[in-house]
């Protein structure tokens, strides 16, 4: 499986941006999908996960504010993120699992800056 994330960028705080993840699984629709961020100096934490039937869940700090979704025709997950804060500035990853193992994308830099 391989994992492809794109919409890294700056935003001003306040703003929006969509992270996007492709991926090459077979039976993408099989397996649940997240995304995970990890900032300067903190370790790797859980922003969104999305299960095989639509279910979701976000941590407590993005809530009402990202949005994780899942297109299976195309075999992609998006994160929406709206209401940026300094804080949301971080490396996110794209994560999916299938029984054996987990996999990761390559991560893509989100910056929240004036």
């Known amino acids: 499986v391989q994992l492809q994330a794109s919409g890294e960028g700056l935003v001003q705080p306040g703003g929006s941006l969509r992270l996007s993840c492709a991926a090459s699984?077979?039976?993408?629709?099989?397996?649940?999908m997240g995304w995970y961020r990890q900032a300067p100096g903190k370790q790797r934490a859980l922003v969104a996960l999305?299960?095989?039937?639509?279910?979701?869940n976000y941590a407590d700090s993005v809530k009402g504010r990202f949005t994780i979704s899942r297109d299976n025709a195309k075999n992609t997950v998006y994160l929406q993120m709206n209401s940026l804060k300094p804080e949301d500035t971080a490396v996110y990853y794209c994560?999916?699992?299938?029984?054996?193992?987990?996999?990761w994308g390559q991560g893509t830099q989100v910056t929240v800056s004036s």
């Open positions: 994560w999916t699992a299938t029984t054996s193992r987990a996999y």
């Open positions: 699984a077979r039976n993408f629709s099989s397996n649940p």
């Open positions: 999305i299960a095989v039937g639509g279910t979701t």
